[in-house]
C-alpha cells in the first residue's frame, strides 16, 4: 500500500501487520482526492482507492519505498516527508501467525492446521526493512523520515500529521482485528529459543530501527 498526499506532503509506506491497512481507511479519508491512495483487501466501504495508475507506473499495496521512488522520481521523492511503523518483532510474528490461521484471504491447506511451533521452524517470518531501506556502498540505510512504533501509534501518529497540516487526527479503524479473536499462543508462551530465532531474523530490522521501537542493544536471545 501507499498513501501519497502531494497537499500534505507525505508518503506512507505500509509494513505487515503493523495496523498499516487501518491507518490506509482513515488517512486515506483525511488527504485530498488527488492524493495516490492503493487498493486495500478485503475492501471497505471506508476507504477509496484512487490515482494509483500514473503513466509512470501502477501503485500498489505492500509497495517498497524504493518502487516508489521509481515512480516519483528521486527528486519530488527526497522532498516528500516518509514514514512507516514498525513492531517488536515476538508481536509482530504473532499476529502474522494468526492472520495465516484466520484470515479467509491467507488461510491454506498449508497454514490452516499450522502450529506455533511449525511456524517458528520454518521461519517466514513478516522481516519488512527492505520496504524501508536500501543499499548503498554496501550499507543498508532507512531512506524513510520516520519509523513509527506501532505500541505508540495512537499517541504518536496524530503529532506527525499535524506537524504536516493534518489536524484533529485519530485512528479510529480497526480492520483486520479479528484476525486475533481467536488466539493460538500468546507472549508468555513463546519459548526463549523461539525468541532468539525471531530476533535473529530480525537482527537487520533492529539494527535499523530498534531506536524506535526501544529495542536498541537487545541481544539476540530477546531477552
Not at 516518509?82 to 479467509?104: A, G, T
Request: net charge neutral; charged share 25%; proline share 5%.
Amino acid at each position: 500500500m501507499a498513501i501519497i498526499s502531494f497537499r500534505y506532503n507525505l508518503i506512507f509506506v505500509k509494513t505487515s501487520k503493523t495496523a498499516g491497512t487501518s491507518i490506509e481507511v482513515d488517512l486515506g479519508q483525511r488527504v485530498e482526492d488527488d492524493a495516490i491512495v492503493t487498493p486495500i483487501l478485503p475492501p471497505s466501504s471506508r476507504h477509496v482507492p484512487r490515482n494509483f495508475e500514473s503513466e509512470g507506473g501502477r501503485f500498489y499495496n505492500h509497495m517498497t519505498a524504493i518502487e516508489i521512488r521509481e515512480i516519483l522520481g528521486p527528486e519530488q521523492f527526497s522532498g516528500m516527508f516518509k514514514f512507516c511503523v514498525e513492531r517488536e518483532p515476538v508481536s509482530k510474528c504473532i499476529s502474522h501467525f494468526h492472520m495465516l490461521r484466520n484470515s479467509p484471504l491467507h488461510v491454506t491447506p498449508q497454514t490452516v492446521d499450522l502450529s506455533w511451533d511449525a511456524y517458528c521452524e520454518q521461519g517466514r517470518f513478516p522481516v519488512d526493512h527492505r520496504k524501508y531501506s536500501e543499499v548503498v556502498d554496501g550499507t543498508r540505510r532507512v531512506i524513510v523520515d520516520r519509523i513509527l512504533n506501532y505500541d505508540r501509534l495512537q499517541q504518536d501518529l496524530p503529532g506527525v500529521l499535524a506537524t504536516l497540516g493534518i489536524d484533529g487526527f485519530r485512528l479510529i479503524a480497526r480492520e483486520k482485528s479479528e484476525y486475533a479473536r481467536r488466539s493460538f499462543i500468546s507472549p508468555d508462551r513463546v519459548t526463549q529459543s523461539q525468541r532468539a530465532a525471531i530476533y535473529g531474523a530480525f537482527s537487520e530490522t533492529l539494527r535499523l530501527a530498534g531506536g524506535a521501537l526501544g529495542l536498541t542493544g537487545i541481544a539476540g536471545d530477546g531477552a
